[in-house]
Each structure stands twice: as C-alpha cells, then as structure tokens.
C-alpha cells in the first residue's frame, strides 16, 4: 500500500527506500555481530578462564557497535531523503490540484482549512515513511537474525527466544485495545477542537455575555467526554499492559532452570546463560519498533488518504473545458438551464437571451439565485442540466484562457497579490505597455491611492505602512479588469464592501469599466440601476421580470416593490418618526 | 522540585503532585526489574561457588519478585492515566477561562484558529507526555543516580566505565536540542514563506485563474520548495550528528566495560561475579536508556509548548473591583489608545454619551470609530487619558460588574454550535424559556425560527451556518433584548445586509434603544441624523461634536461626509 503510493509520489526517490532496507539489515547484522562477540567474550572470561584470549572480542564488541550506529545513521539518511522528496512532490502536487480545483470546491472548504490539511498531512506522510522504513527493518531484521544467533548458542536458548517472541507479540496485539476505540477517540478530539475554534472565535462576546467555559455547554461536554474516553481507552489496555512489561522482565529467568537438566560443565552453561540475560532484551527494542511502526503506518496511510480525498473533492463538479480560444461575440444564452447546489435547486429550466454590448442588473432578496446566475455565466460552475452558450457556442467549448481574457470579473472582497501596485494591475494583461496600466489606474480612480505613496505605482502591497481600505484595493482590481479589456463584465456587489466615503470613486471607476462593454451587475444599492438597459428581477431562480426602469416602475411590479423598500431603509434614522413614503420615486 | 516541575511542564499543582508519585512509582518498577537481574547474580554466584540450590528456592525468590513488580507496575499504570486525564481537562478548562478573562489585545496578536488549535494541541502534548515520559524519565535519573553511585563505590573504576559513557550520551542529547533549535530557526522562515504561498494561492485562485498566470505561481513555488528540501535536508544530518554521537556513547558503554573489566581480570583485581554483575547492570541501564530514549526527546521538545502555557498565564488579566453601577453617563476624556506600541488609533478623544441618549459616531473608515465602542466596552483596555461611568474609571470596575450593564451588537456575529434557545439565552443565562421566545419576538426573530426543523431547540451548526446573514443578525439583537442592560453598544450592526433584512432590523432597534444609554457607529450619514449628539471623527481626533443641525454649520468634514453621501446616493451607472 504505502509502497504503491511511494511509487505514485515520489518514483525517482524510490531507490532510497531500498538503500534504507539494506542499511537497516546491515545495521541489524552488526548488532547482532556485536553481541556474538559479547557471548565469545563471556565464554572466554567465565567458561575459559582465557582473560588475554577476552581482550579482541571485548574491542571487536566496541567496534562493531560503532559500526551499527553509524550505518543504522545512513539508513535513516537515505529514508529522510525519500521522505523529504515525498513531502515536496505532495505539496507541489497540492499546489497544481488547487489552482485547478473546481469553484465549488472553494464553495465548500474553508481556506484556512485546505491548506492546513495540505500542510499538516504532507508534514505527517514524511516523518512517518522517513521512520517506518529503517523501524520496519529492525523490527524484522533484528529478531530474525536474533533468533539465529541464540540457535547456535543453545538450542533451548533459540526456543526460549521465540517463545518470548511470539508471546510478547500476542499480548502487544492485545495491549492495542479496541480498534473501535479509537474511531470514537479521533472524533471526540475533532469535537472537541472545533469547540475550541468556536470559543477562541467568539470570545468578544463570551466576554460581554460573562460566559465561561463551562457555560458553554457543548465545549465544556467535549473536553470532559475526550479525557473520559482516553481514561477508558488506556484502562481497557492496562491488563496486558502490565502483564507485558513484567513478562518481559522475567522470562529470561525461565533459563536458569535449564541448568537442572543440564548435562554440560555449569560455567560453560553460566556463560550461555548470562550472555541470553543481556541478549534477550534486544527483543524490547524490536516490540516497541513493532509498535511504532503500527503507528507510523495508520498515520502515513491515513495522512495520504486525507491529502487523496482532498484532491478528489477537488475533481468534483469539474468543468469540461475546449480548445475555443477566442469568443467571436458577447452574446449570452441560457437553454433550459438547470442548476442546484447538493441538494437544493437553485435554478430549473431557465432559458434567457442577453444581447450583446449592453448593460444589465440582476436584482432579487438573497437566496433569489442571481449570485449563481452570474457565476454560472463566469464559468465557475458546470450545469446540471441544459447550456449556457457565449457567442454562440457552450461554454464547455471555451478554454481556460478564453475565460480568463473574455470575461472580467470583479467580486465584492477585492484580492490583491502581495506584489507592487503596478504588477498587480498588469496581471490583468501581461503583454500591456507601461502606459496601457498607468492610463487603466487612472480610469480607475486610482491617482489619488498612488498619490498616498511615496513610491507610487511601485508600493508593494501588504508590506509595512501600507495601508488600503477596502474600497481603495477594489479600484486596483478594477484597474486591472480595465486593463484586461474583456468583452464582458461582471460585478457582483462589487461596491458592497466600500468604505461609504470611498464609494462614490468606486462607483466613477465601475462606470469606466463598464464603458461599452456587455455587463452583468447585481448592485445592493438599487438608486444606481435607474439607467441601465435592462433589469432582470430574480425571483427563486427563474426570471419574474424584465425591463428598463422605466418600464418596470409603471404598474404594480416586484421591482418597484423592492425599490420602494430600498427608499424605506435608506431614509431610516435611529429614533426617527415612521420612514416617509418614497416620493421621490 | 515541585516549582521547577510546574514552570518545566506547565502543570497545575494537582497535576505536579501526580507526576511526582508516579515518579517514585517508576523508580519502584525500575527497581523490580533490577531485582530480577539480581536473581541472576545470586543463581551466578551459586554457580561459580559451585554451591548448588534446590530450584524451589530460586522458584519462591521469583515468585515473590514477580508478586511484587505486577503490583508496581499495576500501579503505576493506574496512577499515571488517571491522573493525567484529570490533568489533561483541567488544564484544558483552565486555558479557557483563562483566555476569557484577557484583554482582546491578546487575541489581535495571535491568529485566532491557529490559537485555539495549538492550545488543544499543547495540551495533548502535555498529556502524552505526562502519561509517558515525565515519571519515567524523573524515575529513571534517579534510578541511574542510585545506581551508579552503587556501582562507583563497589568499583570506582568499572563504575566510571559504566556511568561516564553513559553520561556522555545524556550531555549529547541535550546538546543536539540546541543544534536542533538553531537549525528549525533557519528552517522555520522558508516554513512560512511556503505557508504563506500556499494560503495565497488558495485565497487568490480566482485572481489566479482569471489572470491566467498558474503555471507563473506554480514555477515560483515550485522552486521556493526545492530550496526548503535541500536545506532541511543539511539540517537533518547537522543536527544528526549529535544525537549520532549520544547513541553511540550509549552503546558503547557495554564495550567499555569489557575492556576495563578484561583488563581488570588480567591484572587480577577484581571478581568474576563482580564483572558479571556490572555487565548485568550495565545491560539494563542501557536498555532502559534505550527505551527511554525517545521519551527523553519528547520532553526536550516540549519546552515551546510549556513555554506558550505559561506565557498565556502571564499575561496580565483585566482587573478591577466590582462596582454597583447606579448612573450610566459615559464621560470619555482624552483618550488614547493604540493597538500596537508606537502606533495610535484613538488620540485624545473628549465627548460624553449620556444616558437616556443616542450618541452616534460617524467619520471616514479607519478614523478609530469602532474602536472606541471596543474601549468603552473594556474589551480592550484604553492606554491614556480616561473613560468614566457613573464617575467611575472603568479601568477599576471589574469588568465582570461592567459587563453585567453593556450589551454589545456587532457587525459581524458570532453564533455557537447550540439551540438557537441557548444561542439566544447567553443574553442572559437566568432568563426562562417563555423570556428567551419574547426576546426573539421583539427582534423579528419568532417567525423564522419556528420554520426551523426542530423550532427553538434546531441546532444551528457552526458559528450558525444553516442561519442567514439576516437571521443572524437578528438573533444577536434578541440577546441585547433579553439582557436589556442600560448600556446599549451598536457596531455597523446593518452593514451588509439586505433590503428586506435591514427594514427588519430598523424596527426592532428603536424598540431596543428605548430608555438606555445608546452609542452606534454607522457609515449611514441619514440613519443617525436624529441623534441627540453626533461625534464627527478623523484619524483618531474629535473633529466635532454637536447635533446634526450644529454639524451642518461648525464642521467642514461633516458637511463634506454628507455631501459624498448625497454623491453616492445620487450616482447612476
């Protein structure tokens, strides 16, 4: 399993995986090597009575476990090379999958959450292969080649060592406790964090309602239930827990019984035997690499199934996208259009046509789907049935470059790159002049920002002393749309997050963006639509109705319905007498 | 030792107390083990004496031996778990309430999901190293001390042979932590960069995409990460190879022995048994040090994380006394306030918001407006000048007794994982459910609420996820409804809704204002113009004070707020 995933992510490092294996054997070798020489040793000193003979083995023995040291060193070496390469190559892999992923992926999964599943799990797949391999080797290498070495000393000696063996694995496996523990243990420590997120996040108004931690019910309930379930957890192992060390600890001692049934000089049996005493407990290493490596496997395993699942999720809802570069006109056309995000349907068998080369404001209560309408138009999501067709053809024919030059898109929280001012805008055409972007920050309102600064154009944003509002890093990428010159616009309550002193440039920058192209606009402030070509009213999804302003205010419409409600809330004032009718209408 | 254990380990007293008879435990259980051994050197002894013993003997000595060892390992496995789970949600409770009770500055210095992610993982840190290596650890130097003075005094040159490899080991392994340090240093800043691209490249990827510059960004991070590689990778054996030298003194410790022992013989100053028994003993030092070895390192590197705890303990907590607050006049004179050190956001703001008055603050974004409900509310504590209620500096009222008197509505809300019941009901912990339902009446909250699956007891999910923006909001001015204290804080609390949502909340909040001590900040010049006093603010000053009328007249930035207003209001696309 992890081998095939090795093989996936990181094939060019694969040799070093067996590198690490034939290192960690070569280790095991000279480990075991060593205490042969204990065991010549100890015959020299208590059978032989040899003390000059002693000497060499007593130097071979601090040799050879220099030796051990420094390759089991290079083994572990080599598998955090594997390791480290396996933990970039996940991450750059991270980094392709993420500007692919599909827009509703986004939707789905908080920022801050992708990327700590991507960092925290790539973290995690490289120590786990950098230990588990040279810990895989030992806990093979080092009983197997133990167990030869106490045959040749002693034929009981070898049974008594793999008797210890295949016991001390039995209750290991039975100290493991219950696997089904251990779901439940995860999930109370996921509850238990994600109540700890909630109470950090709120804690302004913990404060102010003088709530602590135990009148928050939930949270105070999931630290209590996860230490409750640890306590369980651990107590359900104590019996072979126990039983393990204080079995391991004496059954060397079964071997002094073999000396009544000896039939041999008892020094020489002496030697044998306290040789099996200091030997045997190579065996507590080997059990405790067994143990770790049953960690390290469940962590890489689980920790790569994460970072897998993530990409997957990223796959989801992916658009199809064609080899179209160029749209030959801005004509837009809903056929039958249906859509839902999971479960709920936000739009259902919309058809709609929208000319070219004018402006048009979709308005509607939230949740009405005009958001999604205009979504849908950018590309960002795939219909769940009938099409969307630009110039003509469906947007699945369009590639991703077509997109990213025919359509600018300016949302209501403004992005910018922690770059210069000037680079920022000239993402939107790389191959624009200098004059091209300083001509498009002016339309954009932008003089007065640069103005602010000494270094002009050339102030690179985010670092120290640069401060921008909300409004003014919206006139940047306003500026960058500008310079991009698609043939459509969309803005989606691009304004809505203006400072309001700030509002009136935005909307100056707005109208220059808009300038003789096909615009799409939802706008909360419904005073500024008057002129546009055409307003949609959205209502659940479909289209309720449809005209200049003009048109839709004689009668009795939605529209002037909810204009008349926007009059009413702008005129609100904190104790004020009853909002006065919209006369100004 | 209980002093050095607290500030080491970040415990709570219980907590210390624990470890330290888990500690004697395991010095105990290491003992027993060594009493096996011993029986090994008694059956030796009788061999090279050539004095042989019925097996019952070494049968009853092993016996008992075995009697006593399950007992302390038993023991020790009871004591330590118990205990650390105790520990480990007492500490846990601790760092909650512990945070309640600090200064908002605390939290705009920390990211705040990061924060309270590091502490639960703090702590379980703590844990697994309190069930683990702390007793074992304490028990073991003192069992190696104990140990190798034996083994000094029955041969001080054996026993030099025996401790000083060994010791020279444990002086490599604390070394490697500071090869260790410095390098993470080096390493920690590429980590962030790297995070830092990654974050971007999430939160940018609209930007990204529609840029078309992917493979750009991918290039460049791409290369930033083959860098790390190479560098962690000379990191890794660097800092290696002290921790390659404190392995190998560790194991060359039976190879010293060897030789000195062999040497010994030869020149026929020491016992046979005696070399046996420092082989023995030797063994199961070493061993144990082995085992132990990774135990060792995990407390080493818990020192950044003992270090966050108590640094969270020491930062100084809001004090004061608690105060009956009879009048509800907020007099604010001079005040001063920056969020970092050198910079200031509030710079000597005078003016009084009186009780039974709207007072409402308006100024271009950034002027400190928000703040300044912020320094009222003592959510964070204002640097100069001074803030007064019913007379009172508010920096000696406890701000338990304040709290009791501001409600506090922000722009953005914060709803918890409960019932929209108990969601509404932190307005007042006390209140019935009939009182929590009349406060969800009187906020416009009743009639969405009951369309909810289960009514007032539906879980709301995740900061309230299944809940609009509108609802959410509305739900907040229930809670100020339902603790109707006389202190009524409004932050933009009507940004960012929509039309529907926003008439609704208007209505409900000239109910709410009624009778209190009112102070709102608004962008929506029209909304506060019947204010009783209208606070005009610039970079932090006070650039006027007066009612809408007196503003007209006295204050040029006034005028020119309203007329970019006005310009707003009066563009068309």
């Known amino acids: 399993m992890i081998y095939r995933k090795l093989k996936e992510y990181a094939p060019e490092r694969l040799a070093f995986a067996a590198i690490g294996i034939v290192l960690a054997f070569l280790a095991a070798l000279l480990s075991i090597a060593s205490y042969y020489m204990l065991y010549r040793f100890l015959v020299k000193i208590i059978a032989d009575g040899d003390i000059r003979g002693a000497v060499p083995a007593a130097f071979r023995i601090a040799a050879l476990l220099v030796a051990n040291t420094a390759v089991y060193f290079l083994s572990l070496w080599a598998t955090h090379a594997l390791g480290f390469r396996l933990e970039t190559n996940l991450k750059k892999l991270g980094i392709r999958r993420l500007m692919q992923a599909s827009f509703s992926f986004y939707d789905r999964n908080d920022s801050g959450r992708i990327r700590k599943i991507i960092d925290d799990n790539t973290v995690l797949t490289h120590m786990s292969v950098a230990h588990l391999i040279p810990d895989l080797s030992t806990a093979v290498f080092v009983p197997v080649l133990g167990a030869a070495l106490a045959f040749a000393v002693d034929v009981k000696l070898g049974v008594l060592f793999l008797v210890t063996l295949l016991l001390g694995l039995y209750f290991i496996q039975r100290m493991m406790g219950d696997r089904q523990f251990m779901k439940r243990y995860m999930e109370a420590q996921e509850t238990m964090n994600a109540g700890a997120v909630e109470y950090v996040r709120g804690i302004h108004v913990l404060k102010i309602f003088r709530m602590n931690a135990e009148s928050l019910r939930e949270f105070h309930r999931a630290v209590l239930a996860y230490s409750d379930l640890a306590l369980r957890y651990s107590m359900s192992c104590r019996r072979w827990y126990v039983v393990f060390q ?103 068998n919309l058809s709609l046509t929208l000319p070219a080369g004018r402006s048009y404001a979709l308005v509607g209560s939230s949740g009405s789907g005009k958001t999604t309408l205009a979504k849908l138009i950018s590309g960002f999501y795939q219909t769940d049935g009938g099409e969307i067709r630009i110039g003509g053809r469906a947007l699945s024919e369009y590639s991703d470059g077509a997109f990213a030059r025919n359509i600018a898109n300016v949302f209501q929280d403004a992005r910018l ?77 691009a304004s809505a997050a203006a400072d309001p002193e700030n509002e009136y440039e935005l909307q100056r920058a707005l109208a220059n963006l ?50 008349e409600e926007f009059m009413r809330a702008n005129e609100w004032r904190v104790r004020g007498e009853a909002a006065p009718a919209a006369q100004a209408l | 030792m209980r002093r050095f254990l607290k500030e080491k380990f970040g415990l709570t007293d219980r907590g210390v107390r624990a470890v330290e008879l888990a500690s004697v435990i395991s010095f105990l259980v290491n003992f027993g083990y060594m009493l096996f051994m011993m029986i090994a050197m008694y059956f030796g002894d009788n061999v090279l004496r050539g004095e042989e013993k019925p097996a019952w003997v070494y049968l009853l000595l092993l016996a008992v031996t075995l009697l006593f060892v399950y007992c302390v390992v038993d023991l020790e496995y009871v004591r330590t778990y118990n205990a650390t789970y105790r520990e480990a949600s007492d500490l846990r409770l601790e760092i909650a309430d512990r945070l309640r009770e600090l200064p908002l500055s605390y939290f705009s210095r920390h990211d705040l999901s990061d924060l309270a992610q590091t502490i639960m993982q703090d702590v379980s840190d703590i844990e697994h190293a309190m069930s683990h290596a702390m007793p074992r650890c304490i028990g073991y130097v003192f069992f190696l001390a104990a140990v190798g003075l034996l083994l000094l005094v029955s041969n001080p040159l054996l026993g030099l042979a025996t401790v000083l490899p060994l010791l020279a080991g444990f002086l490599f392994m604390l070394f490697s932590k500071d090869m260790q340090k410095r390098w993470t240093g080096k390493y920690f800043w590429k980590s962030r960069e790297m995070t830092e691209a990654f974050q971007e490249t999430i939160e940018l990827q609209r930007e990204i995409r529609s840029c078309g510059i992917e493979e750009e960004n991918y290039r460049r991070i791409s290369d930033m990460m083959d860098g790390a590689e190479k560098l962690r990778l000379r990191a890794e054996i660097t800092q290696g190879m002290p921790m390659l030298l404190s392995i190998l003194f560790m194991k060359l410790t039976l190879g010293v022995i060897s030789l000195v022992s062999a040497w010994l013989l030869g020149a026929n100053r020491i016992q046979l048994i005696m070399v046996i028994g420092f082989l023995l003993a030797s063994v199961r030092l070493v061993d144990a040090m082995g085992a132990m070895e990774e135990s060792f390192a995990e407390l080493l590197y818990l020192d950044a994380r003992v270090k966050r705890l108590n640094e969270l303990r020491e930062t100084p907590t809001q004090t004061g006394r608690d105060t009956e607050l009879g009048r509800f006049d907020i007099v604010l004179k001079d005040v001063r306030f920056g969020y970092e050190d050198g910079t200031r956001v509030v710079d000597g703001v005078s003016f009084t918001a009186g009780q039974n008055e709207v007072t409402a603050i308006v100024g271009p974004s950034g002027c400190g407006k928000s703040t300044l409900l912020r320094l009222i509310s003592r959510l964070y504590d204002y640097g100069g000048g001074e803030i007064r209620i019913d007379g009172k500096d508010i920096r000696e009222i406890s701000t338990d007794s304040l709290f009791q008197k501001v409600s506090f509505v922000f722009q953005d809300v914060i709803l918890f994982n409960a019932s929209v019941l108990d969601n509404i009901r932190m307005g007042r912990a006390d209140a019935s459910d009939e009182e929590v339902k009349r406060a969800a009446e009187q906020a416009g909250c009743a009639e969405f609420i009951e369309k909810l699956p289960q009514g007032y007891d539906t879980l709301i999910g995740e900061n309230g996820s299944r809940l609009s923006g509108g609802e959410r909001q509305r739900i907040s001015i229930a809670r100020a409804f339902l603790k109707n204290a006389p202190i009524l804080l409004l932050d933009e609390i009507a940004a960012s809704l929509d039309v529907e949502n926003e008439m609704r909340i208007q209505s409900a909040l000239n109910q709410l204002i009624e009778g209190k001590t009112v102070v709102i900040v608004s962008h929506r010049m029209k909304s ?42 009066d563009f068309r696309y």
């Not at chain 2, 019947?530 to 006070?542: F, K």
Request: proline share 1%; glycine share 8%.
């Open chain 1, 246 to 348: 204080v079995f391991f600890n004496a059954v060397y001692l079964t071997a002094m019984f073999f000396y009544s049934v000896r039939n041999g000089e008892p020094r020489e049996f002496l030697a044998k035997f306290m040789f099996y005493v200091m030997f045997h407990g190579i065996l507590f290493i080997s059990f405790m690499k067994v143990m770790y490596v049953g960690m390290y496997l469940f962590q890489a395993n689980s920790a790569i199934g994460k970072i897998e699942t993530l990409f997957r999720e990223m796959e989801e809802k992916k658009l199809p996208r064609g080899t179209a570069e160029k749209m030959d006109s801005f004509d837009i056309e809903f056929r039958d259009v249906t859509f839902s995000y999971g479960e709920e349907r936000v739009i259902e």
């Open chain 1, 417 to 493: 790159f922690q770059d210069t001012i000037y680079e920022n805008v000239r993402a939107g055409r790389r191959s624009a002049s200098r004059e091209e972007v300083m001509e498009a920050l002016h339309l954009a309102q932008c003089d007065e920002i640069l103005g602010k600064f000494a270094g002009r154009e050339e102030t690179v944003i985010g670092s120290e002393g640069v401060h921008l509002s909300g409004g003014e890093m919206q006139r940047i990428t306003i500026a960058r749309a500008i310079l991009k010159n698609a043939g459509i616009v969309i803005l989606d309550e």
């Open chain 1, 514 to 563: 808009m300038k003789g192209r096909t615009v799409i606009m939802i706008a909360h402030r419904l005073s500024s639509i008057r002129n546009v070509d055409e307003i949609l009213v959205i209502e659940n999804g479909r289209v309720a109705e449809r005209g200049s302003h003009g048109e839709l205010m004689r009668g009795d419409t939605r529209y002037r319905r909810l204009q």
């Open chain 2, 528 to 569: 506060v113009e019947n204010a009783d006093r209208i606070v005009v603010m610039e970079n932090g000053r006070v650039d006027a004070v007066g009612t809408h009328r007196e503003l007209l007249e006295s204050s040029a930035l006034y005028r020119r707020l309203i007329e970019k207003s006005r310009m707003t209001e």
